[in-house]
Every structure is written in C-alpha cells, then in structure tokens.
C-alpha cells in the first residue's frame, strides 16, 4: 500500500508570494492533518480535515488556510509569505478520527519550502 | 493547553548498549494517548511506540520499551542494544482522547549511536 506523498518535495518562493502545498493520504485514509516544523518552534500543528471539513485549527494567522476534497487529498496555502514561514510542512493521515486510538497518523516525507 | 517537555536536546549511546530518552507532559485531562516517534534525517517521521494514558501497563515494541509515570506525568523512553539504524530525532508527542486528530509534540532529542 503506498504510503503518504506530499508534492512538490522542495520548493523556493519570494517573499509576499503564495504557494499551495499537496498532500494525497493513504488510501482508505480520511483524516489528514497538517504540521510545521522549525528548528527553532519545532512542530507546530496546523489544521485537522476530516470528510472535507476543517475539525480543528492550531493557532497561526489566517494566510495559513486549507481544505480537503471528496477522494480525501488536502491542499493547504498560505498566502503572502514571509521569511519565517520557511519551514518543513508535514502531512498526516488516519483511517479515522483520532478518538479511536488504533488510528494511528501516518506521516508523509514532507514539503521543504524556502522563503527568500 | 497541553504541553510535551524533552530535557535533553541530544543524547549518544554506544552501540549495543541501551539509552533513556525522558519526556514530561502537562495535562489536566485523564484519557489521552502518549507516543515517541522517530525521524531519521532526511527521512520520514515514523511511529516508534504508543501507550494509552488509562493502561497502567508500560508498552513495549522489542526493543524499545517506555516508562509511563502519570502521577509524574513523565514518560521516558528506553532503547534496549542501541543500532546504528535508531540514530534519529526522537519526538515525544501527546494526544488527547477527546477526539482531536492533533499531536503535541516536545522539541525533539537528537540521538546519536556511536560505533
């Protein structure tokens, strides 16, 4: 079963750009949840989708946003980059809402994005 | 909020021999999920252990074991005849039961395995 991809791997962008990042889950995988990760706030969570609808959001600005589609592959953007929003961004996904403890999360390799 | 503290920025360890990673939480909640995950460089971050806050009972995936103190909130793990392959960052993370999908994670422990 292939396992969690995120595209593109690597990407450079400007300052005050924007970027859309990929992630397809598991298949039969319906939750997905997004992390940032810095080496110096470490990993932060983002958002949780479940069933095309946003569960839960981590505490950053509003030019972070993201959805989910109906074949459960989630998109997130973020708007109007700054230098600090260079960072690895994580996906994860799950068969199911993490209330059930089996529902382990499934990283996927990652999206590096530089802001210059 | 809950909070996942990791003492130890790095650690290393002799091959075959065994180390102990320590994680401290926060929480005021009694149901929640603890786990350590491993995320070797350049490589993807992967599930090492899992233990669920209500089992008094310490997890244990061959040789990596841990030990879970809730009253101390603590929980540490142990890597029993370290390899080469487990020189990784380690992450402790904190679930809650309640039904949220997000992980809190601790700032990580660089291992080191020293041949």
């Known amino acids: 079963k292939a396992g969690v991809t995120q595209t593109p791997r690597y990407l450079i962008k400007t300052r005050g750009q924007q970027v859309t990042l990929s992630c397809s889950p598991i298949?039969?995988?319906?939750?997905v949840s997004w992390y940032q990760q810095t080496p110096g706030q470490g990993l932060q969570f983002l958002f949780e989708?479940?069933?095309?609808?946003?569960?839960n959001k981590g505490n950053f600005p509003g030019r972070f946003s993201g959805r989910q589609f109906s074949n459960s592959r989630s998109e997130m953007n973020v708007s109007t980059l700054e230098l600090g929003d260079s960072a690895l961004y994580l996906c994860?996904?799950?068969?199911?809402?993490?209330?059930?403890?089996?529902?382990?999360?499934?990283f996927g390799p990652g999206t590096r994005l530089t802001v210059t | 909020a809950q909070t996942v503290t990791q003492s130890q920025p790095e650690m290393s360890v002799q091959e075959a021999e065994t180390v102990t990673l320590s994680c401290t939480y926060d929480?005021?909640?009694?149901?929640?999920?603890l786990f350590w995950y491993k995320q070797p460089p350049s490589r993807q971050m992967i599930l090492v252990i899992r233990?669920?806050?209500?089992?008094?009972q310490n997890a244990t995936e061959n040789r990596f074991s841990v030990n879970f103190q809730k009253a101390a909130k603590s929980f540490s793990l142990k890597i029993s005849d370290s390899q080469l392959g487990d020189a990784a960052m380690y992450f402790c993370?904190?679930?809650?039961?309640?039904?949220?999908?997000?992980?809190?994670f601790g700032q990580g422990t660089r291992l080191t395995i020293n041949p």
């Open positions: 994860a996904s799950s068969f199911g809402r993490a209330a059930q403890f089996r529902h382990e999360q499934y």
């Open positions: 298949s039969g995988h319906r939750s």
């Open positions: 989708y479940f069933s095309e609808t946003q569960r």
């Open positions: 929480t005021s909640e009694s149901d929640y999920y």
């Open positions: 233990q669920e806050a209500y089992k008094q």
């Open positions: 993370a904190y679930r809650s039961a309640q039904g949220a999908q997000k992980l809190v």
